[in-house]
């Protein structure tokens, strides 16, 4: 399965785990200036901005672990340019970490994970 396949079925299950927690979908796969934002959510009034990061092993660590400061500058930049071209930006913000292990379906949703 490539990189790509892998993140596509991450983001399936993620999206699954989350809707079935009462979150509502906004967007999958926001693009602004080569950004990228997995998933916007709604969690009542707040939206969410989601990182989903899938693994088929411990291999290459926690998936949070690869939402480092550079990743999380991106999300950040995608996330305020979808608040302004959206008129959102008195909308309560928050943002999330979702791992997905890819071997057994199972996901750990880090809310607030990191600050903008």
């Known amino acids: 399965m490539s990189g790509r396949d892998s ?16 979150y509502v979908l906004v967007e999958k796969n926001y693009r602004a200036q080569r950004c990228e934002i997995d998933l916007i959510m709604r969690d009542g009034p707040t939206l969410v901005f989601v990182e989903v990061k899938a693994r ?29 071209k959206n008129d959102s930006a008195d909308t309560p913000v928050r943002f999330d970490v979702v791992e ?9 949703h880090i809310i607030d994970a990191f600050s903008a």
């Open 100 to 108: 997905v292990d890819l071997n057994t379906g199972d996901t750990v």
């Open 56 to 84: 088929s092993g411990q291999g290459y660590g926690l998936g949070r672990e690869a939402v480092d400061a550079r990743k999380q500058a991106h999300i950040v930049k995608a996330a305020q340019l979808y608040l302004v």
């Open 7 to 22: 993140g596509a079925r991450g983001e399936m299950i993620a999206l699954g785990a989350l809707k079935k927690t009462g």
